[in-house]
């Protein structure tokens, strides 16, 4: 009997992990955490390990002055590629973002860049 009962907190743990790497995660952004990139146009590009819900990624932009933005993100040519483009100042920004796959696991996070003078 106590053998079952190990077995079964055993199974629940090993179910709790899986949960969590069931959503996705971020594998590379554009611009990098930390990144100083030029004034002007910018593409930002977030690739995830998963194939994502086409219509429920979303991009926030917080500048260094004004309230933060909603960027509009197309819908993705590859499933796993988040994109928004925007005009950027000198300053420090900070990209929030969220993403769900396709079986409805939620992620978010932040990046954070500098724009040089």
Known sequence: MRAAGT??????ALLAARAGWARPHLVTAT???????????????????RD????RGRIMLL????????LMVPPPATPRVLTADLDV??????????ASDKDDAQTTGSIGFTVAP
Not at 7 to 12: E, N
Not at 89 to 98: E, I, M
């Open 31 to 49: 611009p990098a955490a930390g990144a100083h990139v030029h004034p002007g146009k910018l593409t930002v590009t977030l690739t995830f390990d």
């Open 52 to 55: 994502l819900d086409p219509v």
């Open 63 to 70: 500048g260094p002055a004004g309230p933060p933005q909603l």
């Open 7 to 12: 077995a079964l907190v055993f199974l629940a």
């Open 89 to 98: 100042v000198a300053g420090a920004y900070t990209l929030q973002w969220a």
